[in-house]
């Protein structure tokens, strides 16, 4: 009796190596991607395509970055933005829309080609820029969060424009998540009201 041969086998194709380029952040040594990265893979989108942010949340770091230079001190804070990088440690490597540092904190000795290595003050996040398919986008909001904190960040607030929530952390309190109609507070009695500044500017996101 004849035995059939047996098909051989398809070899698998390897998995395309994704660039450095297209990782956000580092967190527990593992790779954080930007959002959108793997439609860079395939070509269906450019890099420039995926990392610049939408008009809304542009809009609401500019009103935010508005409040903090008009209100904050310039003697006694310094204020970053454009997804400054913290190196928290050599597993993780973070990056924030807007940093707040006190000057008593920083020296302008800190300034080189490297992430910012000591904590600020105040950061400020606008929705998330990053690929959160291996980790849910709570579990990627709590764990960057938590490593801020204990990096020595004393307060973190984190806007999610699609629920129109703010969430408030500082250490050895209680999270807060709030309606972003309600008045939040920044630092030194500054707050931010994003539902009442886009209904006065007329925005259908109000």
């Not at 409040?67 to 933005?81: A, N, R, S, W």
């Not at 924030?96 to 302008?108: C, E, K, N």
Request: one cysteine or more.
């Amino acid at each position: 009796m004849m035995v059939a041969e047996k098909s051989p086998r398809k070899a698998k194709k390897p998995a395309k190596k994704v660039p450095d380029y297209l990782i956000c952040e580092i967190m527990d040594g593992q790779p954080i991607y930007y959002k959108g990265y793997q439609e860079v893979l395939t070509e269906a989108k450019t890099l420039e395509e995926i990392m610049g942010s939408s008009s809304l949340q542009a809009y609401i770091i500019t009103y935010l970055l508005q409040i903090l230079f008009k209100h904050l001190d310039e003697k006694q804070y310094i204020i970053f933005t454009n997804e400054a990088g913290l190196h928290l440690d050599k597993r993780n490597n973070l990056a924030g829309d807007i940093l707040v540092y006190d000057r008593t904190h920083f020296s302008i000795d800190a300034i080189n080609e490297n992430y910012f290595s000591t904590p600020p003050k105040l950061v400020i996040e606008v929705d998330i820029s990053v690929d959160t398919a291996h980790l849910s986008s709570e579990g990627y909001v709590h764990t960057k969060t938590r490593k801020l904190l204990d990096f020595g960040v004393e307060k973190v607030i984190w806007i999610t424009t699609p629920a129109k929530t703010i969430m408030v952390a500082s250490p050895n309190e209680d999270w807060q998540i709030k309606d972003w109609n309600k008045d939040i507070e920044v630092l030194a009695d500054v707050q931010f009201n994003i539902g009442q500044y886009l209904k006065a500017e007329g925005s259908k996101f109000a």
